[in-house]
């Protein structure tokens, strides 16, 4: 046996207790940090959320603009959540308004000149974020940016500036993933077809072509609605544009010059009865019945001012045969007091928001249940505050669709 014996170690109860305490320390330290490492993601990321939103606030940036448009498959998606498997399917003649989706960006004239100048301009559109291509193929003016083969366009001598036909440009957008969209302008239209100058307003007493000024001062002839060749004119237009695959065609220009009572006496009765605003309803239901003939759609272009103001003519949305209006927005050209649902409001007093929701519901009120309204909207009329509050008001109302030119 070894000297002394085995040597026998004992834990006291205190070093026991003294461990326990130490283990429990560090196990409640580990625990520490993680919830502070939760806590401090939690707090830092809304912080940084914010401080980054305010920074975007202070930043104003003219030229580039994303439209803060909800996509389809964001909204299917949200959708799903809520729906229940007892949910029928829609039957696909039901869908086309519910499926009208975009932002859309007018590309100007300039875009027009070659393939190169449309490819370079689809793709700033698609940097900023847009979803749609607005193209204007018959412009306020009369000119035509598109190759027509219009027996009475080539009458004119500057009718025609275009150089690509309507199915390349089409094409040529659709090839870059947008919605395709087709302007025209109806009436506003100041080219001289031929000599005897075709489809324009006549002086009742010689049947001579009317001007809306003297030939010295640069007298111009305007397309008139009671013409029948202005008539075939905007059908064969509407026609080859609307075959050309283009998903939607605005008609824009449905109004009448801004007639003196001198002019009105020159050309006769038919511009002074209350009813002449038949004729643009004609003109305008013309356009829509020929883009039926094809799958594309059409819309009808109206002044949201003029609405407001009981001035845009063509406004009877019981006798015209369109299920979309787009509706340009102009605050500037609003009147300072308006009567809106039987009640007189000072619109110049509101808030750019506040002004939007209520000329965009009344204008929903006016049309009724089943029109789709498609604001439209010309970024430098506005501040850039005034837009951004704009643009929000017409996607709160449910707006899920919008033109900016």
Same mark, same amino acid.
């Given at each position: ?7 026998? #170690?004992? $834990? ?19 625990? %520490? ?9 939690? /707090?830092?990321?809304? /912080?940084?959320?914010?401080? +980054? ?5 202070? /930043? ?6 994303? &439209? ?27 869908? &086309? +308004?519910? @499926? ?36 204007? %193929? ?26 690509? #036909? ?5 094409s040529i957008i659709k090839?870059?993933?947008? $919605? $395709? ?11 001289? #077809?031929?000599? @005897?100058?075709?489809? @324009? #307003? ?34 064969? %237009? =509407? ?64 002044? =949201? =001012? ?35 649902n039987g009640e007189e409001?000072?619109?110049?007093? +509101?808030? =750019?928001?506040?002004? $939007?929701? +209520?000329?965009? @519901? ?12 498609? &604001? ?30």
């Open positions: 046996m070894a000297k002394g014996g085995r040597k026998i #170690y004992r $834990t006291s109860a205190n070093s026991r207790k003294k461990r326990t305490r130490k283990a429990f320390k560090v196990f409640f330290v580990i625990i %520490l940090l993680a919830a502070l490492v939760f806590l401090g993601y939690s /707090i830092a990321k809304p /912080i940084h959320n914010y401080i +980054l939103n305010k920074t975007g606030d202070n /930043i104003v940036d003219e030229e580039v603009w994303t &439209p803060p448009v909800v996509t389809e498959q964001n909204e299917e998606d949200s959708e799903s959540e809520t729906k229940t498997e007892e949910t029928t399917q829609i039957d696909e003649e039901e869908k &086309p +308004l519910s @499926s009208v989706k975009f932002s859309a960006y007018q590309l100007p004239v300039t875009a027009l000149v070659s393939t190169d100048t449309l490819k370079a301009a689809l793709n700033t559109a698609k940097g900023s974020g847009y979803t749609s291509v607005s193209v204007p %193929l018959k412009e306020k003016g009369g000119k035509i940016y598109y190759t027509t083969a219009s027996e009475m366009a080539a009458k004119s001598e500057d009718a025609v500036a275009g150089t690509m #036909y309507a199915g390349q440009i089409a090839s870059e993933g947008f $919605t $395709t969209i087709a302007y025209i302008n109806l009436l506003e239209d100041n080219n001289r #077809y031929g000599e @005897s100058r075709t489809g @324009s #307003y006549r002086i009742a007493s010689d049947d001579s072509t009317w001007l809306d000024n003297a030939p010295s001062n640069g007298g111009k002839p305007w397309l008139s609605p009671f013409d029948e060749a202005t008539q075939s004119y905007v059908e064969y %237009l =509407a026609y080859e544009v609307s075959t050309a695959g283009f998903d939607y065609v605005v008609f824009d220009g449905a109004v009448f010059p801004a007639f003196r009572n001198s002019d009105m006496n020159y050309i006769g009765d038919i511009v002074k009865t209350e009813n002449r605003y038949k004729a643009l309803v004609n003109i305008a239901n013309i356009a829509a019945e020929t883009v039926g003939l094809s799958e594309t759609k059409a819309i009808l272009n109206v002044s =949201a =001012a003029g609405i407001i103001s009981g001035t845009e003519e063509v406004f009877k949305p019981a006798e015209l045969n369109y299920e979309m209006f787009a509706v340009e927005y102009v605050p500037s050209e609003l009147p300072a007091i308006a009567l809106i409001i000072a619109l110049a007093e +509101l808030p =750019a928001n506040n002004k $939007t929701q +209520l000329i965009f @519901s009344e204008i929903e009120r006016l049309v009724g249940e089943n029109v789709k309204i498609i &604001p439209v909207f010309t970024q430098s009329d506005f501040s850039q505050a005034d837009f951004n509050e704009t643009i929000t008001a017409v996607i709160s109302l449910g707006c899920d669709s919008y033109i900016i030119k």
